[in-house]
Structures are given as structure tokens and as C-alpha cells.
């Protein structure tokens, strides 16, 4: 059984390494939107998923950096993009047995995650200041994100690309049947 542990990160915003500031980051959260479905003569009631609720992303920083704080008020079209980088750890190297214990002594294998995300800082709120002394994080929130790529290992995970209209999952590419209908009907 696999068991990956992160064991180190760095982000950057469009040039900027943002190591130096980022105290705290949460990535996207992937929700998708739920449809009620009535079913005739049935009893039960149902939902069915729709599309992916829009990505947000939020980071707390060390101090106000101006580098962070210049890709405020931005509009659609100039994006900035934003990449985070994992180092993960598989302590459960995957020819351990079912208990867990390795069936011959290996190694912990070391795993590389990217996510690419290009959006919009739509929110910035400063640290908050008691006398001379900043007393909390200042707060970025990144919203209109039109791409978001995860790829582990050199292999896509996730692709939502808003504007290309591009929907990977697990290296499948559910886009691209619909996207090739639409340009022989476009």
C-alpha cells in the first residue's frame, strides 16, 4: 500500500519566488456542482453531478510583499500564473505486504508534483497592525483561475483549461471528442 507524505513545497507567482513570503496556501478545491433529479414513480431522491464549481486558491504571507501585492486589480486576459511545486515521500514503497511491511528492504521513493494555476488576485487584505508590530498574515485570495494543471511524475492528473476547453483526468482527455465535433460543426 502507497503512502505519499509531502516533504517540501515552494511556490511561484508569475517570476517571483514566493518561498521567502508564503507563510501558509491552500490549493484549489475540486467540488462539483450538484443537480437535484426527480425520478418518475420512484421514491428516492437523487443528485447528479453538473460542472466544476469555480477554483479559488488562498495564501497567507509573511510582511506585504510588493511583488505579490502588484497583481492586484489585474483583469481578465492578463492573467498571472501561479506554480507550486511538491516534493513527496512514498514511505510504503509498493511491494510492501498487506500488513504494511516491506517484503524486502526499500528505499522511500521520492515523487515530483507541479500545479500550474493562471488566474486572477481578486482579494488582498494586509496584515493586520497593533502599534508598530504586525500582528497577523496578509491574506491573498486567487478566483477566475481558467487553468489548472496537476501532473505527478510527469503525468497529468488533473487539466481543466477554461479557455481551451480542455478536460483531462488520469491522462484521459474527456475534451477531446467534443472538441472535435465542435470544430467539424463550427
Not at 39 to 46: E, V
Not at 91 to 116: E, L, M, Y
Request: charged fraction near 20%; aromatic fraction near 10%; include cysteine.
Amino acid at each position: 500500500m502507497s503512502k505519499r507524505h509531502l516533504f517540501g513545497g515552494n511556490w511561484y507567482c508569475d517570476q517571483t519566488n514566493a518561498w521567502n513570503y508564503i507563510d501558509e496556501s491552500t490549493l484549489p478545491a475540486l467540488e462539483r456542482e450538484m443537480q437535484p433529479m426527480s425520478m418518475g414513480g420512484s421514491y428516492f431522491g437523487l443528485e447528479m453531478p453538473a460542472e466544476f464549481r469555480p477554483l479559488t486558491c488562498e495564501q497567507s504571507v509573511n510582511g506585504e510583499p510588493e511583488a505579490l501585492r502588484l497583481h492586484f486589480g489585474r483583469d481578465p486576459g492578463d492573467w498571472t500564473t501561479l506554480r507550486h511545486y511538491q516534493r513527496m515521500i512514498d514511505i510504503f514503497p509498493a511491494n510492501a505486504d498487506p500488513a504494511g511491511q516491506p517484503t524486502t528492504p526499500t528505499p522511500a521513493k521520492s515523487f515530483g508534483r507541479i500545479v500550474f494555476l493562471k488566474g486572477l488576485l481578486t482579494s488582498y487584505t494586509p496584515s493586520p497592525v497593533k502599534g508598530l508590530k504586525q500582528t497577523g498574515p496578509t491574506r491573498l485570495r486567487w478566483s477566475s483561475i481558467v487553468l489548472y494543471h496537476d501532473i505527478v511524475n510527469g503525468k497529468t492528473i488533473h487539466k481543466f483549461d477554461a479557455q481551451n476547453n480542455v478536460l483531462i483526468i488520469d491522462g484521459v482527455n474527456y475534451s477531446a471528442e467534443h472538441n472535435r465535433l465542435l470544430a467539424i460543426n463550427g
